[in-house]
């Protein structure tokens, strides 16, 4: 039997920051803190925040996931990363929204699929600011269904050339090259990704306006004629386009998560801030029970969407370790879509909280819950819809022969 001291040594988690880690986050923290007041301007102005990579690229954080042979990689782990993106989260979905796409669709996707040439040429300036990176999947009839899309290419004299149409792009706009999905002319099966050049004669991107929330990202239509892409700029196996897809959503999924419960602090300090300022029948309001159910309701739900996120990094970055383990990849696959689905939901709950808390101030865009409020709205939409994550889940407990798609 065991003395009971010998328990301490049985736990093989630990979520404790290391020096190493610690020193990453300040420098976050103390960017994020120099960002606010940029983004705060940006936002009021309704108009997409440009600085974003200018502000965190002169830190060196554009590359953090990525391996210190390319550029400015920092070879940060999982954990890492998840830790830093839920600490730019809290300054908005919008910034985060640009790291979620340039690092975890784009550059993590580049480091696994990518060939040594492609890395060195795109990781390399990615990871400077010098190229931006954003994923090319949905299309006005493709959104959950990826197997949807029209979007073809043809070989031509030694080129791809890529044709159709993709939308609510995030950073489509800005990106160099875009992670871009396509099935071979005529045909529905053997989809291919390819790094598609921005400045290649026959695309163009097109500002999507007037959307519910992120008025500081960009988020583009794009359009494709016989864009020319070199054969060499396939990423991945020919015909397995819809695998690098897949995982670049695992790691997008991830990054919105960690965004998500980062807007969950944001809204119970600023609620518990107001609270304790604001009076109202003779007390601060921080005082009336209905208020504290509220920061309690909010308080509650970060912890917990912070220990789905922790523990989904955790299992990511065992998959990351061992790659061809396709148990620790389900179990990634399934542990992130749990944390994505629940952060995703309970931030905006929280939004939704912190609105009421702040009352008709709460109403105003110069307050920060109301910007969460309807930006958040798209994390139950982007990256999987909430549907799609409920189907997930189940699936992870129904198994295989369940699947409402099969």
């Known amino acids: 039997m065991l003395e009971q001291n010998e328990f301490t040594k049985l736990s093989k988690m630990n979520f404790d920051v290391s020096e190493e880690q610690a020193l990453v986050l300040d420098q976050v923290d103390r960017v994020c803190k120099e960002f606010r007041p940029i983004e705060d301007k940006f936002y009021l102005d309704h108009k997409v925040n440009d600085q974003v990579k200018q502000s965190f690229g002169k830190a060196h954080l554009l590359g953090l996931p990525i391996s210190r042979k390319y550029g400015d990689g920092q070879g940060a782990d999982m954990m890492t990363y998840a830790l830093a993106i839920e600490r730019i989260g809290r300054e908005g979905t919008g910034p985060r929204t640009f790291f979620s796409v340039h690092m975890a669709l784009g550059e993590m996707t580049v480091q696994h699929w990518g060939d040594e040439e492609q890395k060195r040429r795109i990781l390399t300036p990615a990871t400077r600011g010098d190229t931006i990176l954003a994923f090319g999947l949905t299309e006005p009839n493709a959104g959950s269904d990826p197997t949807a899309l029209t979007t073809y290419f043809e070989e031509k004299e030694g080129m791809f050339l890529v044709t159709g149409q993709k939308m609510w792009i995030s950073l489509g706009s800005t ?156 179990a990634a696959d399934l542990a992130i879509t749990k944390a994505k689905y629940f952060a995703a939901n309970a931030s905006f709950d929280a939004a939704n909280r912190a609105v009421q808390v702040f009352g008709a101030n709460g109403y105003s865009f110069e307050n920060r819950p109301a910007r969460h409020l309807v930006d958040t709205r798209v994390t139950m939409i982007y990256e999987g819809a909430n549907e799609i994550m409920e189907q997930k889940i189940a699936l992870g407990s129904l198994g295989k022969g369940f699947e409402a798609y099969s």
Do not use: W
């Open 175 to 330: 990106a160099k090259y875009i992670i871009t999905f396509a099935y071979p002319k005529g045909k529905r099966e053997g989809m291919c990704a390819f790094l598609v050049d921005t400045e290649s004669p026959g695309f163009k991107a097109e500002l999507i306006q007037h959307k519910l929330g992120l008025p500081t990202a960009d988020t583009s239509t794009l359009y494709m004629e016989k864009v020319e892409v070199p054969k060499e700029d396939m990423l991945g196996p020919r015909g397995k386009g819809m695998s690098v897809a897949l995982s670049g959503l695992m790691n997008g999924r991830l990054s919105v998560a960690a965004g998500c419960v980062g807007v969950m602090r944001d809204c119970l300090d600023e609620a518990v801030r107001y609270a304790g300022v604001r009076f109202q029948h003779g007390k601060l309001i921080g005082k009336h029970q209905l208020v504290q159910r509220h920061i309690g309701l909010i308080s509650t739900n970060l912890e917990a969407a912070r220990l789905l996120l922790l523990n989904a990094a955790f299992i990511k970055q065992k998959y990351e370790e061992n790659p061809k383990n396709n148990e620790l990849r389900e």
